[in-house]
């Protein structure tokens, strides 16, 4: 339930005010971490337990003719994205369902995928509901997962000197839904197919949880754009930053979009859906990070350093020249 923030601001968003007025007074558990970070913790004997919820509503996290067996994938994995950013190993999920009707046509490669998933990433399904809406279309996930005791990496450990480190590449998903509302064009036809996957079908980054829980002082993932959820990361910690906006790492496709002046890096560092984990690593660990990272056939891009004090997020150009962004990250209120 930790709610967004807007980059370069000292307060944050609706999102952040809705929960912090109606639900933080009821989050009295120490697991909760006062609804500051993405997940919670309930204390058992030989692990803690994770528990992190998300759900994805047609209209808003996905497009009404988008195939079912994407929207289940999306759902299951959007959970997982925040386990892997915590080090924490998957353990099961319940699931809700809210449908219009009961439809066999859609209803079955929904679960054939969802089954798929929870296989591929040890995560079984433990349990659920499903009920009818007159509303969207609406999939709601709880995951569980597994982390030695008090090893669950939160946002606020982030300290002056870190390095800031992301895994994989920024905007993608960004630009694989402008694709899919026909408002990017010029693209080859693979990349294209290859942004759309990534707006669809999130790559959770469970392969290095041990090393984010072993090297990372903070972390989580990247959910509401890059920007907006290292400004959420900066507050948790009570520090600030400064990104090096040319070390933000962009896939072919996004250079070529940026290239013909098709999308700005602006709308790509503050544009949501990537998935990545975002995290904060003491210098003297990075090598270590980055190498288990390839081990795990994944790239680890050192994107800028946390500073103290509670100025706002600066973004320099490659000649260090600051950058004022415009966009907040997303918020839904």
């Known amino acids: ?56 509503v047609e209209g808003v996290h996905f497009l009404p003719d988008d195939p079912p067996d994407t929207i289940a994938r999306k759902a299951l994995r959007v959970n997982l994205s925040d386990l892997a950013a ?20 859609w209803l079955a490669p929904f679960a054939q995928a969802l089954g798929g998933d929870a296989e591929a990433f040890n995560c079984p399904l ?14 709601s996930v709880t995951a569980f997962g597994r982390v030695p005791p008090q090893a669950m990496v939160r ?10 480190v992301v895994t994989g590449c920024i905007g993608d998903a960004t630009l694989g839904l402008a694709v899919l509302q026909q408002r990017l064009s010029g693209l080859s036809a693979a990349d ?21 829980r072993d090297h990372a002082s903070a972390a989580m993932d990247v959910s509401d754009g890059l920007a907006g959820d290292l400004a959420k990361l900066c507050r948790a910690s009570n520090v600030s930053a400064d990104v090096r906006l040319a070390d933000v790492p962009l896939s072919q496709a996004a250079r070529a979009a ?22 904060t690593v003491p210098p003297p660990r990075l090598a270590a990070f ?24 600066q973004f320099v150009a490659a000649d260090g020249a600051a950058i004022a962004l415009n966009r907040g990250s997303y918020s839904h209120f």
């Open 1 to 56: 339930m930790a709610a967004a923030q807007s980059p370069g601001s000292g307060g944050g968003s609706g999102e952040d005010d809705l929960i912090a007025r109606y639900f933080k007074p009821l989050a009295v558990d120490p697991g909760a971490f006062g609804l500051l970070d993405d997940a919670a913790i309930l204390k058992g004997s030989t692990h803690d337990l994770v528990v992190t919820t998300d759900a994805i």
């Open 86 to 105: 915590k080090g924490a190993e998957p353990a099961g999920f319940v699931l809700t369902l809210a449908l219009r009707r009961a439809d066999h046509a």
């Open 126 to 139: 433990l349990g659920g509901d499903t009920v009818a809406t007159p509303g969207p279309l609406m999939v």
């Open 155 to 164: 946002r606020s450990g982030a300290r002056d000197g870190d390095a800031i």
């Open 192 to 212: 294209g197919e290859a942004l759309v996957a990534r707006y669809r079908v999130p790559q959770p980054r469970v392969g290095i949880a041990a090393a984010v």
């Open 258 to 279: 940026l290239a013909a002046k098709a999308m700005t890096l602006e709308a790509l560092v503050t544009g949501g859906d990537d998935y990545e984990v975002l995290c």
């Open 290 to 313: 980055r190498q288990a990272a390839e081990s795990a056939g994944l790239a680890a891009t050192a994107i800028g350093v946390i500073r103290s004090g509670s100025d706002p997020v």
